[in-house]
Nanobody
Framework: QVQLVESGGGLVQAGGSLRLSCAASGRTFSANAMGWFRQRPGKERELVAV????????LFGDSLKGRFTISRDNAKNTVTLHMNSLNPEDTAVYYC??????????????????WGQGTQVTVSS
């Protein structure tokens, strides 16, 4: 049984930082893209960032590159999202995604086969 377990969400003040981690079990994703999506209140789920199997390519959602970084550790089957300069508009449930294509990296959720349960990130003003 494949599981993706997110951790690191919580409440942070505007301007602060958070690190989200996702640990996969049940299969390895070292040959697939992994990453993060989010769903803000009242909006559809959207791309945050995804990373190619070997880490040499990334794709970010609009206006997130520069504030957010993504990395992965294939030996540990994990993917990590570092979020800086957070603002209230970043408040969302953040979902780990895995099993996506590498070439090209895709921003649509339909391309990712496995999903975590989500972790809440709340940014206060």
């Amino acid at each position: 049984q494949v599981q993706l377990v997110e951790s690191g969400g919580g409440l942070v003040q505007a301007g602060g930082s958070l690190r989200l981690s996702c640990a996969a079990s049940g299969r390895t994703f070292s040959a697939n893209a992994m990453g993060w999506f989010r769903q803000r209140p009242g909006k559809e789920r959207e791309l945050v960032a995804v990373i190619r199997w070997n880490g040499d390519g990334t794709l970010f959602g609009d206006s997130l590159k520069g504030r957010f970084t993504i990395s992965r550790d294939n030996a540990k089957n994990t993917v990590t999202l570092h979020m800086n300069s957070l603002n209230p508009e970043d408040t969302a449930v953040y979902y780990c995604a895995a099993g996506g294509p590498n070439f090209p990296l895709r921003d649509g959720e339909r391309f990712y086969q496995y999903w975590g349960q989500g972790t809440q990130v709340t940014v206060s003003s």
